[in-house]
């Protein structure tokens, strides 16, 4: 995983670097408090965690989607966590 995919989305560094994750969502970085641990509200076009981030985060083991508690129908295309 490169160094600019290991910066929590919204965070003011991955921001910085392009970023588009709402930083306010995400606690500046910090994630969401969740029963399964920390979670991140991603824009699924961010360039830096967006689906093209996530799907190779996934292909390479490091990254997995879990069901949204929030959400009623996974169809949806917004946000996708992780």
């Known amino acids: 995983m490169s160094e600019i995919e290991q910066l929590p989305p919204g965070s003011p560094e991955a921001v910085a670097k392009g970023c588009t994750c709402s930083p306010v969502l995400n606690q500046q970085g910090e994630g969401i408090p969740g029963p399964r641990g920390r979670y991140y509200e991603c824009d699924w076009r961010c360039p830096v965690h967006g689906l093209d981030a996530?799907?190779?985060?996934?292909?390479?083991?490091d990254a997995r989607v879990v069901p949204s508690?929030?959400?009623?129908?996974?169809?949806?295309?917004?946000?996708?966590?992780?």
Do not use: L, Q, S
Request: net charge negative; proline share 9%; charged share 40%.
């Open 54 to 61: 996530v799907k190779k985060a996934m292909a390479d083991g």
């Open 69 to 82: 508690p929030f959400v009623a129908n996974d169809d949806d295309d917004e946000p996708i966590r992780h």
